[in-house]
């Protein structure tokens, strides 16, 4: 699929520090920050797992706000469900989606939230009528759990019709 932006400052909180400000006694920064970088990749493939998504051989490297994720889904959107668990969590700037998917389907589009944004008005700009919104809603299960529950910044799959 490529690669996709998310806003950094938003989403998901792993509970962890951001990995240019850890400071550790007798390690140089670099070494810190790699560390660092090294739990946030561990953290990203945890909250993947988290969400029960079928992925094979998952791996997920992240430097610099960039996490790059790879193995093998069944479908497409299992791939794109992956990619925006990762997108979704604070820190993360951008996925660079390295996924084999086994079934080629079509790739649904992407919207990111914004204030004022519901469910009914984003499936109203996408599919011309507001009541397509439990479409969404699946399509973005089980990162939502609640069609009432969304936030500016967050990254949404909103699939073909």
Same mark, same amino acid.
């Given at each position: *699929?490529?690669?996709?932006? @998310?806003?950094?400052? #938003?989403?998901?909180?792993?509970?962890?520090? !951001? &990995?240019?400000?850890?400071? %550790? !006694?007798?390690?140089?920064?670099?070494?810190?920050?790699?560390? %660092?970088?090294?739990? *946030?990749?561990? #953290?990203?493939? %945890?909250?993947?797992?988290? +969400?029960?998504?079928?992925?094979?051989?998952?791996?997920?490297?992240?430097?610099?706000?960039?996490?790059?994720?790879?193995?093998?889904? /069944?479908?497409? !959107?299992?791939?794109?469900?992956?990619?925006?668990?990762?997108?979704?969590?604070?820190?993360?700037?951008?996925?660079?989606?390295? $996924?084999?998917?086994?079934?080629?389907?079509?790739? !649904?589009? @992407? +919207?990111?939230?914004?204030?004022?944004?519901?469910?009914?008005? $984003?499936?109203?700009?996408?599919?011309?009528? #507001? *009541? =397509?919104? /439990?479409?969404? @809603?699946?399509?973005?299960? &089980?990162?939502?759990?609640? &069609?009432? =529950? $969304?936030?500016?910044?967050?990254?949404?799959? $909103?699939? /073909?019709?």
């Amino acid at each position: *699929m490529g690669l996709f932006d @998310f806003v950094k400052s #938003a989403g998901r909180k792993l509970g962890l520090v !951001a &990995p240019e400000k850890v400071e %550790a !006694a007798g390690k140089s920064p670099d070494e810190v920050k790699a560390d %660092a970088e090294r739990t *946030m990749a561990k #953290a990203l493939a %945890a909250e993947v797992k988290s +969400h029960n998504l079928q992925v094979e051989d998952l791996r997920v490297e992240y430097a610099g706000g960039k996490a790059v994720v790879y193995g093998k889904t /069944p479908s497409q !959107a299992e791939r794109e469900k992956v990619v925006l668990a990762i997108g979704n969590t604070e820190g993360v700037g951008q996925v660079d989606d390295r $996924i084999e998917v086994v079934t080629p389907e079509p790739e !649904a589009q @992407f +919207h990111t939230v914004e204030r004022g944004d519901t469910l009914s008005k $984003i499936a109203k700009k996408y599919y011309g009528n #507001a *009541m =397509k919104y /439990p479409v969404i @809603f699946e399509a973005n299960k &089980p990162m939502l759990t609640d &069609p009432d =529950k $969304i936030y500016p910044g967050q990254v949404l799959r $909103i699939p /073909p019709q």
